[in-house]
């Protein structure tokens, strides 16, 4: 009886470890991966502006809906996928004057520059800066500066292309 036991047992363990390798390989390698469309905004910087205002940023979306986030920190940064060209994405950053700040007789050094760059699953690209650094005297000039601010919000809007297909020659 044991080796009727013994030789079951060795018939299941050989066919249960026999079959691990009757797969053959495929020869067809699988399908690279779909790229799709990405779009990152970002505000690189603002300097002490962050302690002076609180900053609202709108942007669109991928599906063209509009976000709303604040500005947590002095930089910020999203990125979009999936978007179908042409799109017509905004950034919009609204201020207010942060409560508690007061403004001093001093100079203010001010900075604020954005990003925005997009990358098609063709790989055509775009990457556009702009903004900049201002000087600002005394305590008026500030005041006045972020008033300005608060009245008009920054608003970036550009055009990314309906993409084109590599020809195929």
């Known amino acids: 009886m044991n080796k ?20 053959k390989d495929d020869p067809t390698p699988p399908p690279p991966p779909t790229k799709a469309n990405t779009l990152k905004y970002s505000i690189v910087d603002i300097g002490e502006l962050f302690d002076m205002v609180d900053i609202t940023v709108e942007y669109t979306k991928a599906d063209g809906t509009v976000a709303s986030e604040p500005m947590t920190a002095k ?18 950053t609204s201020f207010v004057k942060k409560a ?42 500030i005041e006045d500066y972020i008033n300005n601010l608060v009245a008009n ?16 020659e």
Do not use: Q
Request: hydrophobic share 30%; glycine share 8%.
């Open 153 to 168: 919000p920054k608003v970036y809007t550009f055009d990314v292309p309906v993409k084109k297909e590599p020809s195929k």
């Open 75 to 92: 930089t910020w940064a999203k990125e979009i996928t999936g978007f179908k060209t042409p799109f017509k994405p905004t950034m919009k």
């Open 4 to 23: 009727l036991i013994l030789l079951l047992s060795l018939i299941l363990s050989v066919s249960l470890f026999s079959c691990d390798n009757d797969k």
């Open 100 to 141: 508690g700040f007061v403004a001093e007789e001093k100079n203010y050094r001010i900075t604020i520059k954005f990003e925005h760059n997009y990358k098609l699953s063709n790989n055509d690209g775009y990457f556009d800066e702009f903004g900049g650094t201002t000087g600002i005297k005394g305590k008026k000039g």
